[in-house]
């Protein structure tokens, strides 16, 4: 079965790959130079955590049906409009959850954390592979470990998940549009 490639929506999700990975590099890097350790660690873990609940979303999208948003919708049900549509755009919605937000998140927890390890090792003189290696061995084990997690909850409650962002969808959408 041959399927065809959409070129617009490539070029798009390429496009918006650079310019997250360009926004979030400029700002964690503004940040970061002048913080102390507690907020480069808080910006740290903010990025690990918004790829875990992206690639949750990602994961649960795909994973969820339609037919019980079909009847939410149905009875005008805040949020599930919004729901059928991400589940009928379940491959966009997952290649911009796992693969923009996901990689983009990963590859910039990736630099912040050299970041860190550089300024330790900067500051206390340390030699040595150890501080890095302790650091990059943290970040990955708590990314992998979170989205293991995260995936397993996403395929057993993909309907309650996609819910709440159809929910939050819906509010954002509201919000805008009382601007």
């Not at 995260?150 to 549009?177: D, Y």
Request: aromatic share 6%; charged share 15%; with cysteine.
């Amino acid at each position: 079965m041959k399927t065809k490639i959409d070129f617009r929506w490539l070029v798009k999700i390429i496009l918006i790959s650079v310019a997250g990975t360009t926004v979030f590099t400029i700002a964690s890097t503004e940040v970061l130079g002048r913080a102390g350790y507690v907020v480069s660690f808080a910006v740290l873990a903010v990025f690990v955590v918004l790829g875990i609940i992206f690639d949750i979303i990602g994961v649960a999208v795909t994973a969820a049906t339609e037919a019980p948003f079909h009847s939410m919708a149905a009875h005008r049900q805040r949020g599930a409009a919004e729901s059928l549509r991400l589940i009928k755009n379940a491959d966009k919605v997952s290649s911009f959850c796992n693969d923009v937000v996901g990689d983009v998140t990963g590859i910039i927890s990736g630099a912040t954390a050299g970041l860190i390890a550089a300024r330790l090792m900067e500051g206390a003189a340390a030699e040595g592979i150890l501080v890095p290696l302790l650091i990059s061995g943290a970040v990955t084990g708590l990314t992998v470990g979170g989205k293991a997690i995260g995936k397993n909850g996403a395929i057993n409650n993909s309907t309650a998940i996609v819910l709440r962002v159809g929910k939050l969808i819906n509010i954002l959408r509201l919000k805008s549009k009382l601007k």
